[in-house]
């Protein structure tokens, strides 16, 4: 029986994952190599990769700075009450609960330029939605519960012993959090960087919705993508879904190398 249930699972993953992976490799050079670096150096396609990287250089910053800041409140914060925290923290798990496509529909209804909000930045020459700020916003909005799920568990279980001996000792709460705090959580960092860039990458309900996927201005490779399949260019559509795919294996194999040299240490 035992036998039976892990052919089952290869199965699956044979048919979930290696079959269409190799059906997209096998797509992207369909018209041969020429076919497939004409396919990636058309104008959109650069834009539209250009724009993934720019945005998932942004968020996974963004996602750093923030994502580490909202999980020490969570943890450490005493001055906030229970409600506050369980507010928080279902606000911070509202994406986990919403479509992306909703997600990116909220994001226009607040700062698209029919908004009280979107109109004052629009009256200041500053766009929001339909621009890459918007973008970069629907982006953050989807993968901001990774970073501080990724620290929050670290942090609970160190404790805040050290923490409170080294502000004992007269270290200001950078020093603390520089010498004691970040060697213990750096590897869950690492983990939520990695997967931060994994989601950005692979993201397009709520940039579909925010971007309007103008091409050469609003364009991402994953809205590339879709819009090359509805244009029936599936080969271009390949060779770009193929390198996000690789891009994909690249992030998850370093996921595994953090992995090892968390446990070697």
């Known amino acids: 029986m035992r036998r039976l249930w892990i052919g089952l699972t290869y199965v699956v993953f044979i048919i979930l994952l290696i079959i269409p992976l190799s059906r997209i490799a096998i797509g992207a050079f369909e018209k041969g190599l020429d076919g497939f ?5 058309r104008p ?3 834009h539209a990769l250009m724009m993934t990287g720019l945005i998932v250089v942004l968020v996974t910053l963004l996602n750093a700075l923030f994502g580490i ?4 409140y969570l943890v450490r914060a005493n001055w906030l009450s229970r409600r506050i925290k ?31 909000i979107g109109g004052f930045f629009e009256g200041i020459g500053f766009k929001v939605v339909y621009a890459f700020p918007g973008m ?18 670290v942090l609970q279980e160190i ?8 502000a004992t000792l007269g270290a200001y709460g950078w020093t603390t959090f520089r010498k004691v705090t970040w060697p213990s959580i750096r590897w869950a960092v690492v983990y939520g960087v990695v997967l931060t860039v994994a989601r950005s990458l692979g993201e397009f309900g709520a940039v579909l919705v ?4 103008i091409m050469n201005k609003t364009q991402t490779a994953t809205t590339l993508v879709y819009q090359d399949v509805e244009n029936f260019n599936v080969a271009a559509a390949n060779g770009v879904a193929l390198v996000l795919a690789a891009f994909s294996v690249g992030i998850l194999l370093l996921m595994e190398w953090a992995k090892k040299r968390k446990d070697v240490q």
């Open 37 to 41: 670096m004409e396919g990636l150096l």
């Open 159 to 166: 404790g805040h012993d050290q923490e409170q001996a080294a």
């Open 44 to 46: 959109e396609a650069l």
């Open 86 to 116: 369980g507010v928080l923290n279902s606000i911070v798990d509202l994406p986990y609960a919403v479509s992306p496509v909703i997600g990116g529909l909220m994001i226009v209804l607040l700062l698209g330029p029919d908004s009280i």
């Open 136 to 153: 970069v916003i629907a982006t953050l909005f989807v993968t901001f519960p990774l970073m501080v799920r990724e620290v929050m568990p």
């Open 210 to 213: 925010v971007s309007g996927n």
């Open 69 to 72: 800041m909202m999980a020490l």
